[in-house]
């Protein structure tokens, strides 16, 4: 974060929260509206009121639960993202680095070919978390066998497992999909796409998300220690050789469950901290819920333009985030290789 904007905001801590959560308001309204059939704000007060028409019962059965959980799944993937640019000490990590999101990806592409007898809005959620967690710790895993604790050898180890996934999630794909299942369908959720929930589904992923910010909390001030420096971390009393791999395992679980109910988004997870740490600063105690407030902005409205740019059809909202992503990926390359 720049000294200017430090500055500007040092005399007014609360100016920055209070404007991001005016733009999420701003965000999940326009959202609400948005769609193949555009709403407005009146329609979107009579359906929250319990009006009775087909298209408030659309609008409080459809649209609004969309919307939220866009803003949740968004809120989680901001938050993941923190979480391993924290423990890497890398501004450019992403939270699909360690294999996390490729393990849920895996999972949740078992619950969507294999006929299993469950419903599957039960067992896509269930098999993405066994799939996070089992790649999280195949990781760590590798990493030890390998002697390779730090960041860095996991980073290495992350890389390759997740590149192993990838091609057994596309053999699985080709092998499994038939013509009761559609590979279009399987290949629309890889690409990234919110799944709607029912109301019930959504106070679920509303709870995972709380239990996310609060599992992150409890590390945050790990994550600052080990900004300093592995060595000053440990002189602070940080043993890092367990909290390293323990930070790793929390930000994969908040990842698979944002890839549960979103897919692959790409590029939430990089964005969203950078935008939060010019906002409030680099300690997490601060930067990991305004990275979870932002990543809510950017996915809700990414979600709003892929259900509306093309309509009737619906662009992926990996595709959104992936065009809009790369760029600023590009920028904070360049900026960091002239630095």
């Given at each position: 974060m720049t000294t200017s904007a430090c500055n500007s905001f040092?005399?007014?801590?609360?100016?920055?929260?209070?404007?991001?959560?005016?733009?999420?308001?701003?965000?999940?309204?326009?959202?609400?509206?948005?769609?193949?059939?555009?709403?407005?704000?009146?329609?979107?007060?009579?359906?929250?009121?319990?009006?009775?028409?087909?298209?408030?019962?659309?609008?409080?059965?459809?649209?609004?639960?969309?919307?939220?959980?866009?803003?949740?799944?968004?809120?989680?993937?901001?938050?993941?993202?923190?979480?391993?640019?924290?423990?890497?000490?890398?501004?450019?990590?992403?939270?699909y680095l360690l294999g996390a999101s490729g393990g849920a990806a895996l999972g949740a592409t078992v619950a969507l070919l294999v006929p299993l007898g469950v419903p599957q809005v039960w067992l896509l959620p269930v098999l993405a978390f066994g799939g996070a967690w089992g790649s999280t710790m195949l990781v760590l895993a590798v990493s030890r066998v390998a002697a390779a604790f730090d960041a860095a050898g996991m980073l290495l180890a992350g890389v390759a497992i997740a590149a192993m996934l990838g091609a057994l999630r596309s053999f699985l794909m080709l092998a499994l999909s038939d013509e009761t299942v559609s590979l279009q369908v399987v290949m629309s959720w890889v690409l990234g796409g919110i799944q709607t929930p029912a109301w019930p589904g959504l106070g679920l992923l509303a709870l995972l998300c709380v239990a996310s910010l609060l599992a992150t909390a409890a590390i945050a001030r790990g994550l600052d220690l080990l900004g300093l420096g592995s060595a000053a971390a440990q002189g602070f009393g940080l043993d890092v050789a367990r909290f390293t791999p323990w930070a790793v395992v929390v930000g994969s679980l908040v990842v698979a469950a944002a890839v549960a109910y979103g897919g692959l988004v790409a590029f939430v997870g990089l964005a969203a901290p950078h935008i939060a740490r010019w906002m409030v600063g680099p300690l997490h105690r601060v930067l990991l819920p305004a990275s979870a407030?932002?990543?809510?902005?950017?996915?809700?409205?990414?979600?709003?333009?892929?259900?509306?740019?093309?309509?009737?059809?619906?662009?992926?909202?990996?595709?959104?985030?992936?065009?809009?992503?790369?760029?600023?990926?590009?920028?904070?390359?360049?900026?960091?290789?002239?630095?």
């Open positions: 040092s005399g007014q801590p609360w100016r920055p929260w209070l404007i991001a959560f005016a733009v999420l308001v701003c965000a999940l309204v326009l959202a609400a509206c948005a769609g193949h059939q555009w709403a407005s704000p009146v329609d979107i007060y009579r359906a929250l009121l319990g009006d009775d028409s087909l298209r408030s019962r659309l609008l409080l059965q459809w649209r609004l639960p969309r919307v939220a959980a866009a803003a949740l799944v968004g809120a989680l993937l901001g938050l993941s993202g923190a979480v391993f640019q924290g423990v890497f000490r890398n501004p450019l990590a992403e939270p407030l932002t990543g809510a902005i950017v996915v809700t409205l990414a979600d709003a333009i892929a259900r509306a740019a093309l309509p009737p059809a619906e662009i992926p909202l990996g595709l959104v985030t992936a065009v809009a992503g790369g760029p600023f990926f590009i920028l904070l390359l360049a900026r960091r290789l002239r630095a």
